[in-house]
C-alpha cells in the first residue's frame, strides 16, 4: 500500500500553510468608499507621479496594522463629513482590505476616515513632485527649443544635400527617436498638470 503523503516528483509537496496564507491575502479585491476629491486627487497624483499602481499604493498605506491603529487612536473623536464626498471604489489587497477592516472595528473609526487620514500622509511627497513637476515643464521647454532647432537642420539638410543623401538619412533617423522621446515626456508632464490645481485644503472639505 503506497503512503499517501509520499513526495510526488511530478506535483511537487504541498504549500506550507503560510504562504498558502501569504498568497490568498494579496489577492486582489474591490473596496468601495466615501472619499473627499482631494483624498481621490491625491491618490491619483502620487500614482501617476511615482509611476506606481493604485493598489499597491494601498498597500503600503493601509497593510501596516501598527501604523493604521496609531491613525485611528488619533482620530477617535473626528468626525468624516458627510457633504462633498464622492463614492470611489479602488483594487487592494485582501490583507489591506482586512486590516482595515479590523482596525475600523477595533477603534470604532469609519473605514472612510481611516483612508482620509492615511492618504494625508502622502501630502509631504505630493508637495516635493509638485517641486520636481514645475522643474519638468521648464525641462520641457528646454527640450521643445532645442529639437525644434534640430527639425530647422534637418531642413536645411534638404536644402543643401537632398533627402536621398545619407547624412539627411541618418539624421532624420535620429530626428525621429527624438521625436518619439519628447513625446513621451510631454505625454508625462501633461498627465502631471493635475498635481498643479491640487489644494492640500481640498481634503478637509
Known amino acids: 500500500m503506497e503512503n499517501d503523503d509520499k513526495y510526488d516528483e511530478n506535483v511537487g509537496s504541498p504549500l506550507p500553510r503560510s504562504l498558502t496564507s501569504s498568497l490568498r491575502g494579496r489577492q486582489s479585491v474591490r473596496a468601495t468608499f466615501k472619499l473627499t476629491e482631494g483624498c ?48 470611489k471604489t479602488y483594487v487592494m489587497s485582501r490583507k489591506s482590505l482586512l486590516s482595515l477592516e479590523q482596525v475600523s472595528k ?34 520641457l521647454a528646454a527640450i521643445n527649443t ?20 545619407p547624412i539627411f538619412d541618418r539624421f532624420a533617423t ?3 527617436v527624438y521625436q518619439k522621446s519628447y513625446e513621451q515626456i510631454e505625454s508625462y508632464i501633461e498627465k502631471g498638470k493635475i498635481i498643479e490645481e491640487f489644494e492640500i485644503e481640498s481634503m478637509d472639505e
Open 146 to 165: 532645442h529639437f525644434n532647432q534640430g527639425v530647422k537642420i534637418l531642413h536645411n539638410i534638404n536644402e543643401l544635400l537632398g533627402k536621398d543623401d
Open 174 to 176: 535620429t530626428m525621429a
Open 40 to 87: 481621490i486627487d491625491a491618490i491619483s497624483i502620487v500614482a501617476t507621479h511615482l509611476g506606481i499602481k493604485q493598489k499597491s499604493l494601498f498597500d503600503h498605506l493601509i497593510e501596516d496594522m501598527q501604523s493604521l491603529s496609531a491613525i485611528a487612536r488619533g482620530i477617535q473623536n473626528s468626525k468624516l463629513q458627510i457633504q462633498n464626498r464622492v463614492q
Open 106 to 139: 477595533n477603534y470604532n473609526a469609519p473605514r472612510d476616515t481611516l483612508v482620509e487620514f492615511s492618504v494625508q500622509r502622502l501630502l509631504p511627497i505630493i508637495a516635493r513632485e509638485r517641486e520636481r513637476h514645475e522643474k519638468r515643464k521648464k525641462i
